[in-house]
């Protein structure tokens, strides 16, 4: 089934790193992604990942995929609080096309 | 390059009315993909067309729902006699080949009263 689970909400103090956390289904999913969604807001991409990678570091962001578990996370170093905002992983369902599954997604709050 | 459009942002209409969402794809892309998000939750795929041609309509509800990307102009997300569970915000994404990243729009924002 198409199923991509993640923790509801994370709260962080500024300055310290975030970790978001992200199950998903698909085994032959090829790539898996992050987007941030601010209120009112569209969905911005952050990063993605390839499968056949373990690790994608992009700035401030750390992306690590263990496909062993189907775990996918999102670390965030030396997080600000304009980094607050909605976190949705999402894996590709590639029967016809890209279609996106996304989890519920993880608010981020940042207190300063 | 301009993002992704989409027009109205915020679009109300009464139950038993038409609610027409349009979404211009960024420049060179020809894939399209709309998505609904109900109020706190995430994103659900709702169809994927290209260029006069709906490729994946799984996640279309049976009834009411009508997309269409016609060869000239945007892609059109048409829902017919509103409900009040189809208050969501319509997300419309681009991409420009098959296996490329989507790019999403800001969204329309549909209440229903």
């Known amino acids: 089934g198409e199923d991509v689970e993640q923790s509801l909400f994370l709260s962080v103090r500024e300055g310290d790193s975030s970790v978001i956390n992200c199950t998903y289904t698909?085994?032959?999913?090829?790539?898996l992604y992050w987007y941030k969604q601010e209120p009112g807001a569209g969905l911005q991409l952050l990063t993605y990942?390839?499968?056949?990678?373990d690790m994608k570091q992009d700035q401030r962001l750390t992306v690590l995929l263990n496909k062993k578990d189907k775990h996918l996370s999102l670390r965030i170093a030396d997080t600000q609080t304009g980094d607050s905002a909605i976190y949705f992983c999402?894996?590709?369902?590639?029967?016809?096309?890209?279609?996106?599954?996304f989890g519920a997604g993880t608010i981020l709050r940042v207190k300063s | 390059n301009a993002g992704v459009m989409q027009n109205p942002r915020h679009l109300v209409r009464r139950r038993g009315q038409e609610a027409r969402l349009r979404c211009s794809p960024m420049k060179g892309h020809s894939h399209v993909y709309w998505y609904r998000q109900l109020p706190e939750e995430g994103l659900k795929f709702m169809v994927y067309l290209q260029k006069e041609n709906i490729i994946d309509e799984s996640g279309m509800p049976k009834e009411r729902f009508s997309a269409e990307f016609p060869k000239e102009g945007p892609s059109i997300l048409r829902i017919q006699q509103v409900v009040r569970g189809d208050s969501a915000a319509y997300f419309c994404a681009s991409s420009p080949q098959v296996t490329g990243e989507q790019y999403f729009g800001p969204g329309t924002r549909l209440t229903v009263t």
């Open positions: 990942i390839f499968s056949n990678m």
């Open positions: 999402a894996e590709i369902f590639m029967e016809y096309g890209n279609k996106l599954v």
């Open positions: 698909d085994s032959s999913s090829t790539y």
